[in-house]
């Protein structure tokens, strides 16, 4: 059987694509995964049966270039031009078309049995695929995309593609069982899979956690809060900077990601007189992240519940603390709760309450031992290897689906799939 995944992602940021893919080739299949052309990097070597096309869209180059490579105040003056509507409506819908169209005349002469497609962003094309070629089409869904996002305009495109879409969807996979509830309530007649978006354990955690403490010269004794993500409204990045205005000073919090709140951030930063204990670190790769984040003490993940994504959702960040070996102070919200409650990982708290989110944090690094407990518990039962015998599962039952079709619409089909020469864009 022949999977064509398609994501709206470099392949280097992208870990479940590359998990899964993964996944689905050691089960016998070949994958092809369509995804831009962003970062200069040579692409990670996956499987002999997974093969990657590549399309180089310039206004995500421009934007990563912008991202990593500017300082601030140019960073922010972009920033203000391209978030306004106007303009990010145009950019975005001449990324979407100029992807797509790439994809579409690639696989004009190709043959494949079942495209893939992660998330809302890619399932247009996925849709164009099925009624073109008559493909199996499976959406990946990340999340309840007319909520995800912040701005109305936003939720009322993506809840347009969506809803358009849904009917030409054969299966679906979401990352929840809550995630999963709500979708059956919307689409009840769509069959459902969860596939929890849980990153490969480390095979070790340090025996010695001093990455952060050589990186910005801390002290011994000094304690790491860890925020990794996106730099971005509600998700809880004022409250944390406030919660440390009380904490000893020996408590340290470090920044890891990018994004569009970094002046407002720094701003407060300013104002609270924190800058001798809150640091920045770049975003880092999938395949390095893991790494870094054990040398953490405590993780922090403090989503505000301003939609329905935010209050169902678990975070991806969550489970990489679990992984790293970190307990969390963590916002009370059900699609967090089931992990952090049921493991015991951490402390839930109200994510605007500072006071509640100072003593938490203050708990936890002073007596982790119960908290560590937990998480290490967590890290053995949350395996990726769990997850992905379903995803193959439900291969095999649309293999065996595609097998039964009638013999005369099997022989139509060509034998190959995308040419070997045009594979690696």
Known sequence: MRVLMVSFKDIHYDARV?????????AGWYVDIACLHILPDPPPELHDRVRLLRFPVHTKRIKHYVDQKTNRSIRKGVYRVVRTPMVQIAKDAMTRKHFATQLWELCEHACYDVVHCHDVHALGIGVHLKRKKGLTLIYDAHGLFDEKNEKRWEQARDHRAESRWMDSVDHLITVNELLEAEYNRRYPVISTTVLRNIPESLPRLPSEKNYFHQRF??????RV???????TPNRGLEELIEAFVPLPSHHKLVLLG??????Q?????EDRKLQDRIFFHPPLLPRKLLQVTSHADLGAVLYQNTCMTSHLSTPTNLLEYIQAGLPVVCSDHPGKAIVVGTYETGRLVNPRNITEISGAIREILSDPDTYLIGTHKARKLLQWGKEQERLVELYRQLHLARRERPEKEQEEEDIISIQPHLRQL
Do not use: T
């Open 18 to 26: 590359q998990r899964e893919a993964i996944a689905l080739a050691r």
């Open 217 to 222: 010269g801390l002290h011994s004794e000094d």
């Open 225 to 231: 809060v860890l925020y990794q993500g996106r730099f």
């Open 258 to 263: 990018y994004g569009e709140w970094e002046e």
């Open 265 to 269: 951030i720094l701003r407060r930063i």
